[in-house]
């Protein structure tokens, strides 16, 4: 769910190829410096792997390939951590251009039809920009693949 304070929503907003996206303030914990995740077998293909993020394993999801779209490794790549009702992730994105507050008015609502509908909230206007509205919730959430890489292997 996007955050909205008053008639207001605050976004983190980052790239993915050409494309800008936006999520919940709320869901972000913080956000670091790509570190290469280490792989794990028998995952699903959009999961990069794992890290160790102050002694706590993180599964880290490759979006742009989650959400079928471009992307490109540039050193401005960065891993947002999120805050899932589950638990934490990392999601992987070419750049994070800034924490944005845009008017409830400048939000239009998913069209219908839209693949992805479930997890796009909607979509705002910043200027001449677009930005996609993502609920990190939502999209990943139900991704059993990622409780189960952010579990130790027995040996």
Do not use: C, W
Request: proline share 5%.
């Amino acid at each position: 769910m996007i955050t909205t304070t008053g008639n207001t929503r605050q976004l983190v907003v980052f790239s993915l190829g050409r494309e800008e996206y936006g999520v919940s303030i709320t869901r972000v914990q913080e956000i670091i410096r790509y570190q290469r995740p280490r792989p794990l077998p028998d995952t699903a293909g959009y999961i990069e792997g794992v890290i160790n993020l102050r002694g706590r394993i993180i599964p880290v999801v490759a979006l742009a390939s989650r959400l079928g779209t471009d992307s490109t490794e540039t050193e401005d790549r960065r891993i947002v951590i999120a805050e899932l009702d589950e638990g934490t992730v990392g999601v992987t994105v070419d750049g994070v251009r800034e924490v944005l507050t845009v008017s409830g008015d400048d939000v239009e609502p998913t069209p219908p039809g839209v693949a992805g509908g479930d997890y796009v909230e909607g979509v705002a206007k910043v200027g001449e920009r677009l930005l996609m509205l993502i609920d990190v919730q939502r999209l990943l959430a139900d991704e059993h693949a990622l409780h189960d890489a952010a579990q130790p292997v027995a040996a």
